[in-house]
């Protein structure tokens, strides 16, 4: 699972896969937030986060 705070609402997280291909989309509408990827293959991912259709924070993660 990742655990993300973000104060501003709403705010979408947007996961990729190494093809570019979005996994899983998930709007944050609280101030603690956890997204669950137990069901995404192990991998590396490329987690961005929107806010005004604009991106705002951009990172890879790697689930094992």
Do not use: C, F, H, W
Not at 34 to 53: C, P
């Amino acid at each position: 699972n990742i655990d993300l705070e973000y104060a501003n609402s709403p705010t979408t997280i947007n996961i990729y896969n190494t093809l570019g291909e979005l996994v899983l989309s998930e709007t944050l509408v609280s101030l603690k937030n956890q997204i669950k990827i137990n069901e995404l293959s192990n991998g590396i991912y490329v987690i961005k986060i929107i806010e005004d259709n604009r991106v705002i924070t951009s990172m890879k993660i790697v689930k094992e």
